[in-house]
């Protein structure tokens, strides 16, 4: 089953809505042409709409980096998935091991956002990965375990057969240090492994993604690894050009 690679920009609270649309110019016609290979910007929610607006009738989605479990009520300073699709959002990362760490998001919390992500028609993005202190440890299996089944406890065998899951290593997330081909392939083979005993016929479809200081001169040998379905890109991502590389890498890969 050959899955469509798949690159994600992750932008945390970069860009004005000014500088979104510079960034956007440059980049849709570094991706015009990458054929078989899905590309999507997470955006700041200010960004979002402009996005959507620049990037209609492109290869570009656009997803958020957030969102709340429920569709409305007393949560100030949050946005539900209708009013993501209200705009025509086509995504959602869940679960970024900033939301984790700063903003104490859980993993229950997380079970009903990827439930309430689907039922709105949203992409999610499910993040999961463990601390330096978990892998030295020897954690590391542990921890993926608890996010990935906690994660996809309440999706139907359907939905977790269209689901993305981010490995990223929060060692790895902005610090420069990538982990080795070794490390990524045997964490996602294992979030792999997880999804298909949740849905045994899903594991094929779902996607499962590296992320941890992708660039363009390492994306190559990362995407290439058997169980990686492409890439999160968070700093790299800033610039469009290194994006466009990134994605070119992918691009490479599946017509190779
Ligand atoms: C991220 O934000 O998801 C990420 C992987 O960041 P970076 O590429 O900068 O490590």
């Known amino acids: 089953m050959a899955r469509t690679p798949f690159i994600a920009g992750n932008w945390k609270m970069h860009k004005t809505v000014a500088e979104a649309e510079d960034y956007i110019q440059a980049l849709l ?31 570009v989605e ?41 903003y104490n998001e859980t993993d229950k919390a997380l079970s009903h956002k990827m439930v309430a992500a689907f039922s709105a028609g949203l992409k999610p993005i499910l993040c999961v990965g463990e601390t330096e202190d978990e892998r030295e440890r020897g954690d590391t299996e542990r921890k993926l375990r608890h996010q990935v089944q906690e994660g996809l406890e309440r999706l139907t065998p359907e939905q977790i057969a269209q689901v993305t899951v981010a490995y990223e290593p929060i060692w790895a997330i902005g610090t420069g240090k990538v982990a080795t081909p070794d ?32 660039t363009p001169d390492g994306a190559p040998e990362l995407l290439a690894l058997p169980d990686v379905d492409g890439a999160l890109v ?23």
């Not at 999507?40 to 209609?56: E, G, K, N, W």
């Not at 997803?63 to 959002?89: P, Y």
């Open 29 to 59: 016609p570094r991706v015009y042409s990458a054929d078989g290979v899905d590309v999507a910007i997470c955006v700041p929610f200010t960004a979002l709409q402009a996005m959507v607006d620049s990037t209609r009738g492109s290869r």
């Open 62 to 102: 656009v997803f958020a980096q957030n969102m709340h479990e429920l569709s409305n009520g007393a949560f100030t300073g949050e946005v539900s998935a209708a009013m993501l699709t209200e705009i025509d959002v086509h995504g959602v990362v869940l679960g970024h091991s900033e939301r984790r760490q700063c």
């Open 183 to 214: 490390q990524a392939q045997d964490a996602i083979a294992f979030v792999r492994a997880l999804i298909e005993d949740k849905a045994p016929d899903a594991a094929e479809h779902a996607r499962v993604l590296y992320g941890g200081s992708v």
């Open 234 to 256: 968070g700093g790299a991502s800033l610039d469009p050009e290194n994006f466009a590389r990134i994605v070119d890498a992918a691009v490479q890969l599946a017509a190779s």
